[in-house]
């Protein structure tokens, strides 16, 4: 199915080495808004530098992959260190297979993680790479927001007693 991730997670915190072992994993490919930072801030959520740091030190090839304009990612990639891709048109497929070779690794590799059913978890499913759906960090009030993600509930039903916490 399009729409359904492989993994449906809190957050990106919840991908530790336990999981990348299990799941032959070394490789992401990271949306940016909502899943490493908020919409529109120029820095990192909380413990996102560290996660970051540990997923390195795991061997773990990460670069970004963003809708938003080099302007907007540029500088909060530079910040954590991370390779990008800005108007990466998820969900077509472009962004995400540049990134995979841009990281040489192989799509069985990789994840694509993200907040966005019609985008990042899309740009995934399309391109064959396995999927990571996370919760954004904060829920956004504009009417846009509200009304993607009423969108996205009639297409992947978010029931939350599924959601591995961790």
Same mark, same amino acid.
């Given at each position: 199915? #399009? ?23 070394? @490789?992401?490919?990271?949306? +940016?808004?909502?899943? #490493?930072? +908020? ?15 540990? +997923?390195?030190? !795991? ?17 909060? @990639? ?13 969900? #077509? ?5 540049? @990134? ?10 990789? #994840? ?34 509200? !009304? ?19």
């Amino acid at each position: 199915m #399009l729409f359904k991730p492989t993994f449906w997670l809190k957050n990106v915190f919840s991908i530790d080495e336990e999981f990348l072992k299990k799941n032959g994993v070394k @490789a992401f490919v990271l949306d +940016m808004d909502n899943t #490493l930072s +908020m919409h529109g801030d120029p820095k990192a959520e909380d413990g996102v530098m560290e996660w970051l740091d540990k +997923m390195r030190g !795991l061997g773990v090839k990460m670069r970004v992959v963003s809708n938003n304009t080099t302007k907007r990612v540029k500088p909060l @990639a530079d910040m954590l260190g991370l390779e990008f891709t800005s108007n990466g048109a998820k969900p #077509l497929t472009f962004g995400v297979n540049r @990134a995979i070779k841009a990281m040489d690794v192989k799509k069985s590799e990789a #994840l694509v993680i993200g907040d966005q059913i019609f985008t990042d978890v899309l740009a995934g499913n399309f391109a064959g790479v396995r999927t990571v759906l996370v919760e954004p960090f904060h829920l956004e009030n504009k009417w846009t927001f509200r !009304l993607k993600r009423k969108i996205e509930s009639l297409v992947f039903h978010r029931d939350y007693s599924d959601l591995e916490l961790k």
